[in-house]
């Protein structure tokens, strides 16, 4: 019997109850009321039992009717209630960003919800009636399958990462859970897999690793993951017995084009420079990025030290051509230092400092080249030391001289002015050229001193030549480029100035062309406050830097000195007589002297002073002498 009816029977055997019992409870009372009065007659009394029961009756099928239209409305509301869950639970399927896919118990597909189509590419068409099999990558094998049915069976679910396929074919990460859904009988009736694709976590994990292996700027690997790299080189190396090279790549003076074209070309030119070095190391090569400028290769299985060094000239060759940077073509050069196992180094930190070395002995030869480290070098160093203790001796005991060299005006060939050499008087080797000591005072920062004593030397025999009525032009000394930005420098001048009296005008100060070009502000703040005490600039070596002509012009200099280099070839190499007459016209377009240096022959001097230098100095002229050697009448014929 169902519900309902059992309420309807239970209801109507009470109310016949209560109506039996308000029957018998108004017939007693009639009775008494009426009792011996016979005012009430028969047919009264049956009158009020018909009322009274067809009350009763009528009282019942109303209740019946109520009874019955309540519980309709309770199932209804109670359908209404399970439309509503049902409404939300297909939402909540059909909103959620996870793919769900539900498969009956012989595993075809019977229903899956937007996401899944979202993700996987398939319309619902395509999956309904297929296995989900049909996702598979290829990327797992046949175990892992067992293992997943094997949990399901076991457990009734499994949960994990999985590969599956796109329809586009593409393979993509996903975290799932399958359930199994059991029937009243506990009979697995239907799975159920929830996924989520997690291909872009994934991504971001491997981009973190990326990032924290390689240079983001030109994508090589860092020095990180080039360490790693060459650790394992040698390691292979030293069970095959074989050799590997590392060159550590700088490019020359790369902060000028940072300083004159801004970051963004910098950068664009570093990248450039990154994927011109990858385009010809291939495979067992690995070039990376070590930060800055600076550049390494390591060439696994290079044999010898001469294969090394074939790879350090291909890249300068392949530095040679134009960089195409924000369409401008962009020149560089680069120094490489070439450090080799297990010649030179046992383990790969030891390698890349060797090679730093090297590189360092190459950038002190002049840049655009390479140097081995090999015990050569090792032995330089050690010598380098020793210089250095002497040295700080030498300045104690008085051992430096100064010499001065002639410089002549070619147009009347007279002796106009002197250049200060300093010479160092070794009580062992012998008189000493500055090439010998000078990098090394300027390692240890004893140039500051050098050049302080020189400056003043030179100064008090300029004043002494003037007293004794030889009056030259100029006397010219040179600062080093590592005390040029130095604040001092400026504090040292004005003191000697001021103590030996001499006339600014007379003073000319030497600073190189990579000083004045490579330090943009401080630089040329020191200049404008030295040519304010009244004194000359000049910059020496001219040629042989990176001069940017936009920087020249706001150089305060009054004199280039053309490199001896461009000189040595005159008259006969044309790209050295090209050279040497477009830097007198660009001297004298700017209002500058011009003054040559290294004149060995008299053609040298007849070509510049044809195309008007106006200074000239070398051997031919006159070597660096003490000063009282010098012959102030000579005046050599230039012209025959
Ligand atoms: P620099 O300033 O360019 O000086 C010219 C150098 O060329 C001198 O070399 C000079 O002897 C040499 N020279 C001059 N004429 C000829 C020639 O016709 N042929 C050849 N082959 N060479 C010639 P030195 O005296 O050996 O000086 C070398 C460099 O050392 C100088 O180059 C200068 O940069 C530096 N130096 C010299 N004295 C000082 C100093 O007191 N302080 C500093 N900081 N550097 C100095
Ligand atoms: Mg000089
Ligand atoms: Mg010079």
């Not at 030119?269 to 390494?296: C, I, M, W, Y």
């Amino acid at each position: 019997m169902s519900v309902s009816s059992r309420d309807a029977l239970r209801a109507a055997l009470m109310y016949g109850g209560l109506s039996l019992l308000w029957l018998l409870s108004t017939d007693y009372l009639l009775t008494s009321y009426f009792d011996g009065s016979e005012q009430l007659t028969r047919w009264q009394r049956m009158n009020g039992y018909i009322w009274v029961l067809f009350s009763a009756v009528m009282i019942f099928l109303v209740r019946a009717r109520l009874f019955r239209f309540l519980g309709d409305g309770a199932d209804l509301k109670r359908q209404r209630e399970d439309q509503e869950r049902l409404r939300q639970a297909g939402a909540v399927f059909d909103c959620t960003r996870e793919g769900v896919l539900v498969s009956d118990r012989s595993g075809v597909i019977v229903h899956v919800n937007r996401a899944l189509v979202e993700i996987t590419g398939y319309t619902p068409e395509e999956v309904l009636g297929r296995r989900p099999s049909m996702f598979k990558s290829g990327r797992h094998g046949p175990e892992f399958y067992q293992a997943v049915f094997k949990s399901l069976q076991d457990h009734g679910d499994w949960h994990g990462e999985i590969w599956n396929r796109r329809k586009s074919g593409e393979i993509y990460p996903q975290w799932q859970t399958v359930r199994a859904i059991t029937d009243a009988k506990g009979q697995v009736s239907h799975y159920v897999a929830v996924f989520s694709d997690i291909s872009a976590i994934k991504k971001s994990q491997t981009d973190l690793v990326r990032l924290a292996h390689h240079d983001p700027l030109t994508d090589l690997p860092n020095r990180l993951l080039f360490t790693d790299r060459a650790e394992q080189a040698l390691a292979f190396s030293r069970r095959h017995n074989c050799g590997c090279a590392l060159l550590l790549i700088d490019l020359d003076h790369f902060k000028i084009i940072n300083d004159s074209l801004g970051h963004n070309v910098g950068d664009l030119l570093l990248k450039a420079v990154g994927d011109r070095l990858q385009s010809v190391f291939g495979k067992n090569f690995t070039v990376a990025r070590l930060g800055g400028d600076e550049f390494a290769v390591l060439a696994e299985s290079c044999a010898q030290v001469a294969q090394a060094v074939v790879m350090a000239q291909q890249v300068l060759e392949l530095m040679k051509g134009a960089f195409e940077v924000d369409k401008h073509p962009l020149f560089v050069s680069a120094s490489i230092g070439i450090s080799v196992f297990p010649g030179d180094a046992l383990n790969a930190e030891q390698l890349l400092r060797n090679a730093d070395s090297a590189l360092f002995k190459a950038k002190s030869a002049g840049r655009e080249g390479y140097a081995l480290y090999t015990e050569e070098l090792t032995t330089h160093a050690q010598y380098r030391v020793e210089v250095a203790s002497d040295l700080r001796r030498a300045l104690e005991r008085h051992e430096l001289r100064v010499f001065y060299q002639p410089v002549h005006d070619l147009s009347t060939s007279r002796l106009i002015g002197v250049e200060a050499l300093v010479r160092w008087e070794h009580p062992q080797r012998g008189l000493l050229a500055p090439g010998e000591f000078i990098p090394v005072a300027e390692r240890t920062g004893l140039i500051a001193e050098i050049d302080a004593w020189v400056l003043e030397q030179a100064c008090l025999q300029m004043k002494q030549w003037q007293s004794s009525g030889i009056h030259l032009s100029f006397v010219a000394v040179n600062i080093s480029s590592r005390l040029f930005t130095r604040p001092e420098l400026y504090t040292l001048v004005s003191t000697v100035l001021t103590d030996t009296g001499l006339d600014p005008a007379l003073l000319e100060l030497e600073v190189t062309e990579s000083a004045v070009m490579e330090d943009s502000h401080v630089a040329l703040e020191q200049m404008h406050r030295l040519r304010a005490l009244g004194l000359r600039l000049a910059i020496d070596d001219f040629g042989t830097g990176f001069s940017s002509l936009l920087r020249l012009k706001q150089l305060p200099v009054q004199k280039l000195k053309i490199d001896q280099g461009f000189v040595a070839g005159l008259p006969e190499d044309n790209d050295d007589a090209a050279i040497v007459r477009a830097v007198i016209a660009l001297a004298q377009s700017m209002g500058l002297q011009v003054h040559a240096e290294g004149i060995e022959q008299v053609e040298q001097a007849q070509f510049l002073l044809d195309f008007n230098c106006d200074l000239g100095q070398g051997y031919w002229f006159g070597r660096p002498m003490p000063a009282k050697e010098l012959d102030w009448q000579r005046a050599p014929a230039i012209r025959p």
